[in-house]
């Protein structure tokens, strides 16, 4: 199993900046990808941005030029650094993985608990 923890959300004025941190631990696993989701109320959970292992990037549209993932692989941390915070950007931001585990050799999708992110006009 493997249990991604998140940290970093809170509130903000327009305008600011957040930085959240998705740390992956457990034993004997291999990440894949790692990325960010957000759940605004009554709206489903979009995709914020995505790290493959292989360096590949992805990016919401709404959020390209403001928002900046990274990945630490020795830490197996993802960061998503959010400038230029908007009120629309307000929502739950969940963190999400996809690892092997070594001993079963099978792909598995993994969640973060959630972290709120609030930004006010």
């Known amino acids: 199993q493997v249990q991604l923890v998140e940290s970093g959300g809170g509130m903000v004025q327009a305008g600011g900046s957040l930085r959240l941190s998705c740390t992956a631990s457990?034993?004997?696993?291999?990440?894949?990808?790692m990325g960010w989701y957000r759940q605004a109320p009554g709206k489903q959970r979009e995709l914020v941005a995505s790290?493959?292992?292989?360096?590949?990037?992805r990016y919401a549209d709404f959020v390209k030029g403001r928002f900046t993932i990274s990945r630490d692989s020795a830490k197996n941390t993802v960061y998503l650094q959010m400038n230029s915070l908007k009120p629309e950007d307000t929502a739950v931001y969940f963190c999400?993985?996809?690892?092997?585990?070594?001993?079963?050799?099978?792909?598995?999708?993994?969640w973060g608990q959630g972290t709120q992110v609030t930004v006010s006009s």
């Open positions: 457990g034993s004997r696993f291999s990440i894949n990808t």
């Open positions: 790290s493959t292992s292989y360096g590949n990037i």
């Open positions: 999400n993985a996809d690892a092997v585990l070594l001993d079963t050799a099978r792909l598995f999708e993994y």
